[in-house]
């Protein structure tokens, strides 16, 4: 298979990069073993706008997967919040017990990262607790890199990665994907802190996607390619 990087694009003249790009790669045949990971910069921001960002995608997450081919809920390459690489719960996105309420209490640095990676400094058997976090936030090969909301990708490269659109070379695909993300982390940065950890995700996909519509108002195309896509997986 052939992976495609590209360079950090900005504004419109990025989306333009983006659309040629598309129009010379017509052709190549795109399965189901491919992903379209989207990387947003995440260099300005502190521990705090990643626990928001964090809570805000795990809001909207199961009507994600539903925009999405179902496949995409049970690959260990887009795994789903809270749940760890070959767990039997794999497949069942969106039912992290507590997830909430503990991330909402998150109160430093070192909580998100204990919270996100499952790990401590202060475990028994750890040789060097100066070091620990810095050997794995900075180790490539780390499980939990793999997560559709990818914040480790934060602590080794300053960019939010996100996970879980299966592979396209259809622009208007990847320009309505772009906006979608943008907006769900505009809104997480934006909206007031309590605000946010107060809200709670609803009890069915369908509930989740209408608050996805809301943070994507003033792109009312965008609305419209989501109302479809999930429209299309109902």
């Known amino acids: 298979g052939v992976e495609f990087y590209s360079p950090v694009l900005c504004g419109q003249a990025g989306l333009d990069e983006i659309k040629t790009f598309c129009k010379f790669a017509k052709g190549i045949p795109v399965n ?9 910069g995440t260099k300005d921001c502190s521990w705090h706008d990643m626990r928001k960002i964090w809570y805000a995608y795990a809001l909207v997450e199961s009507a994600i997967y539903h925009l999405l081919p179902r496949r995409r809920s049970h690959t260990h390459f887009a795994v789903p919040y809270g749940i760890s690489i070959g767990s039997p719960n ?7 017990t507590g997830f909430f309420l503990h991330v909402s209490k998150i109160k430093n640095k070192k909580e998100l990262l204990e919270t996100y990676y499952g790990e401590t400094a202060d475990a028994e058997g750890v040789k060097n607790k ?10 490539h090969q780390v499980d939990k890199r ?3 909301c990818n914040l480790h990708s934060h602590f080794y490269r300053k960019t939010l ?6 592979g ?6 990847i320009y309505h994907w772009i ?7 505009k809104t997480a940065l934006t909206i007031n802190d309590r605000t946010l950890l107060s809200l709670k995700p609803g009890a069915s996909a369908k509930k989740n996607f209408t608050r996805l519509l809301q943070w994507n ?4 195309k965008t609305q419209k390619y989501l109302k479809k896509q999930f429209q299309l997986s109902v």
């Open 179 to 185: 906006v979608m993300n943008m907006n769900i982390c």
């Open 130 to 139: 100066k070091t620990f976090w810095k050997t794995i936030c900075k180790a």
């Open 217 to 220: 108002r003033g792109y009312p």
């Open 146 to 148: 793999y997560n559709g």
């Open 161 to 166: 990665e996100i996970r879980y659109h299966q």
């Open 168 to 173: 396209t070379l259809d622009y208007n695909k």
């Open 32 to 40: 189901t073993r491919c992903g379209l990971h989207l990387h947003l």
């Open 90 to 96: 794999i497949s069942v996105p969106n039912r992290f």
